[in-house]
């Protein structure tokens, strides 16, 4: 089976058997060697010097509890939605009291830091800024170069800062604490190549210090009780062991490729999926910069829906891939080079979604015109 949906995607050999291994004790001596271990090389791809947490749930555990510790009911938030996962950021900090400010850009469209310099001066009480760097329902990865700068000039009035970027570190340039980002959130199941299960948070010294003083409630997603287990190798609570191993190995074979080549391949990949898609009729939801390096948008050719195609890659090829998201959900298909992948897998996609065409011409079910 080829997997090539954003999530989860394809484990390394490796990674599959150290995930398989039997499971060991969570407050013993290996377990301690490798969350710490995990924890540094983390650090190496997040291009920061604070402490990266791991957590036992999905990406939108990670965005909770980011949200849960820096939140207090009543504050004002900016959340800047390019997508679904724009959305979901919002809805997060709406559902724990925050006056939330949606700053809705066009599917299909990146941020501006022009636009969101003017929704924080509109608003001079805003206290978080919450973005997403890399869009997953679109394709669209959004430049956080400007918003830094943005942020800089704001100097002391500027809001904590928060950045989603599950489905785009570990693939991309994401230099944190050379942009001044206050929580960066990922998860493993995306490009680092590791099983479902687990997210990561990075924390500034600013963010902290909002920790500390910030009135939300919170329990299992408490940061500090994190913070202060991580310390020692541990976890507060039971973690996803199995997870962790398999994390543990990808993160090696990650550190062997180096961030730079990382970088280069999926940018690689990008583009001749986008090529490959571009030959077969598609059109491309991402417009030239804003592409995403991880998952491909493409807009259905004339004839076919999304989730017809998807069925029928499934079926007749052995690929799956994912239809669009919400108001896209039959417009477009998401195809994924994210994390694990070679240029063959990027071909072979492209050759069965031919393959698909041409059967489901053959069968009628495409009109030419
Ligand atoms: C950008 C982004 N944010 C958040 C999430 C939610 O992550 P999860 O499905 O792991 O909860 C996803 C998942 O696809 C995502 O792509």
Redesign the pocket.
């Known amino acids: 089976m080829n997997l090539r949906i954003?999530?989860p995607t394809p484990l390394p050999a490796a990674v599959r058997r150290a995930a398989g291994a039997e499971v060991i004790d969570h407050r013993g001596r290996v377990f301690e060697d490798l969350l710490i271990r995990c924890s540094n090389r983390l650090r190496e791809f997040y291009q920061t010097q604070s402490d990266v947490l791991v957590l036992t749930g999905?990406?939108?555990?990670g965005?909770e509890a980011a949200l849960v510790n820096v939140l207090s009911p009543g504050d004002e938030v900016l959340a800047v939605s390019t997508g679904h996962?724009g959305e979901?950021f919002a809805a997060i900090a709406r559902a724990f009291g925050a006056r939330v400010t949606q700053l809705d850009v066009p599917w299909g469209q990146a941020h501006s830091a022009g636009t969101i310099a003017k929704a924080l001066n509109d608003n001079s009480g805003i206290r978080l800024l919450l973005t997403?760097h890399?869009?997953?329902s679109t394709g669209v990865l959004n430049d956080l170069a400007p918003v830094a700068e943005l942020l800089e000039r704001l100097g002391s009035r500027r809001p904590l800062w928060l950045v989603?970027a599950?489905?785009s570190l570990g693939a991309t340039d994401l230099p944190m604490d050379k942009w001044g980002c206050d929580v960066v959130i990922s998860?493993s199941?995306k490009a680092w190549m590791a099983p479902?299960g687990l997210s990561f948070l990075a924390v500034s010294e600013r963010a902290w210090e909002r920790i500390d003083t910030a009135s939300c409630p919170r329990y299992y997603w408490d940061l500090r009780e994190a913070k202060r287990y991580a310390r020692k190798g541990q976890t507060p609570f039971t973690p996803a062991v199995s997870a962790l191993a398999g994390l543990g190995e990808a993160l090696e074979l990650m550190a062997d490729e180096g961030l730079p080549a990382i970088v280069a391949r999926h940018r690689r990949q990008a583009s001749q999926m986008r090529s490959g898609l571009r030959q077969l009729g598609f059109g491309l939801l991402a417009q030239g910069e804003c592409a995403s390096p991880t998952v491909t948008a493409a807009l259905m050719p004339k004839g076919l829906a999304a989730t017809d195609l998807k069925r029928r890659l499934l079926a007749e090829q052995g690929v799956v891939i994912a239809a669009g998201m919400g108001e896209l959900k039959d417009k477009v298909i998401r195809v994924a080079h994210m994390g694990f992948c070679t240029d063959q897998d990027v071909q072979a996609s492209l050759d069965a979604i031919e393959a698909v065409q041409r059967t489901a011409q053959t069968a009628g079910t495409v009109s030419t015109v």
């Open positions: 954003p999530g999905s990406g939108t555990g965005l996962f979901r997403t890399n869009e997953t989603d599950v489905s998860a199941q479902p």
